[in-house]
């Protein structure tokens, strides 16, 4: 298949000259060696064959990246739009599969433990999702409309889930994988994404009727705790300020 245009791939300008020689070489090479890159991330355990598609996944197709966590805090940035433009061709490619019935968009606040809860999906549901691809994605942008339209211009039932962890909860967890593996999450990125998650998928399920949605509210990481809803009133949290407020408090205790 064609590769990916760089001019296609945003070009962040970082004043750091290792990022910016890092993004150019993700760029170049993504642009370069995008069938290559996408069948090396069907590879990926984790992927399940190139059924799970995500973005910060994608991220490890870059084997300098992968490889050292030092390198996974310093250049997070840098790889990360080649890495989503490399899952959206790859989510793109997978919708021409005549063989997929299904698009399962999975979307949350930063650490609310998606992964986790997609590996679990894939585990417990195999045969369900056989034909099934699950996206793990942001439903704060625009973008992600773009997303359902050509899910159902190819013909593909839609489905959403969406993890609503505490605000504390979240936070815990982005500390812990930020020790961890190393991939942190800014302080205004959080707060944006939980204060605007309402809001967004309010708007998606006045323009699109015919999705389903169930959320899964969180209090803790223990799967059992896990209360199923389908009513979106259940990630409203409030107005912004108060989120910005209650991130100081939260990550001052932590």
């Known amino acids: 298949m064609s590769n990916i245009k760089i001019e296609n791939i945003w070009e962040r300008g970082f004043e750091d000259p290792d990022l910016l020689k ?4 993700c760029r170049e090479k ?13 590879k ?3 992927s399940r064959k190139g059924m799970y598609i995500c973005s910060d996944l994608m991220k490890l197709v870059f084997p300098f990246y992968a490889d050292n966590i030092e390198n996974r805090k310093k250049y997070n940035l840098a790889v990360s739009n080649s890495a989503a433009c490399l899952a959206n061709e790859a989510f793109r490619r997978e919708l021409e599969n005549e063989e997929i019935q299904r698009v399962i968009f999975v979307a949350g606040p930063y650490g609310s433990g998606k992964s986790f809860f997609i590996q679990s999906l894939f585990e417990k549901n195999k045969e ?5 691809i699950v996206y793990e994605g942001s439903i704060t942008s625009k973008a992600i409309d773009g997303k359902i339209d050509s899910a159902i211009a190819n013909g593909k039932n839609v489905d959403f889930i969406i993890l609503n962890p505490t605000f504390e909860l979240s936070l815990r ?30 708007r998606l399920t006045e323009k ?3 999705i389903n949605i169930v959320i899964y509210n969180k209090n803790t990481n223990i799967p059992e705790d896990l209360s199923v ?9 409030g107005e912004y300020e108060d989120i910005v407020n209650e991130y100081d408090k939260i990550v001052q205790s932590l």
């Open 173 to 202: 967890n982005i500390k812990e994988r930020a020790s961890r593996i190393g991939r942190d999450v800014r302080k205004e990125d959080a707060v944006f994404v939980y204060a605007n998650i309402y809001t967004s998928l309010k």
């Open 30 to 42: 993504t642009s370069s060696q995008t069938d290559e890159l996408i069948e090396k991330y069907k």
């Open 22 to 25: 890092v993004e150019k070489m």
């Open 208 to 210: 699109y009727k015919n």
């Open 128 to 132: 369900e999702l056989e034909h099934s």
């Open 44 to 46: 990926l355990e984790q």
């Open 229 to 237: 809803s389908t009513s979106i009133e259940d990630i409203n949290h």
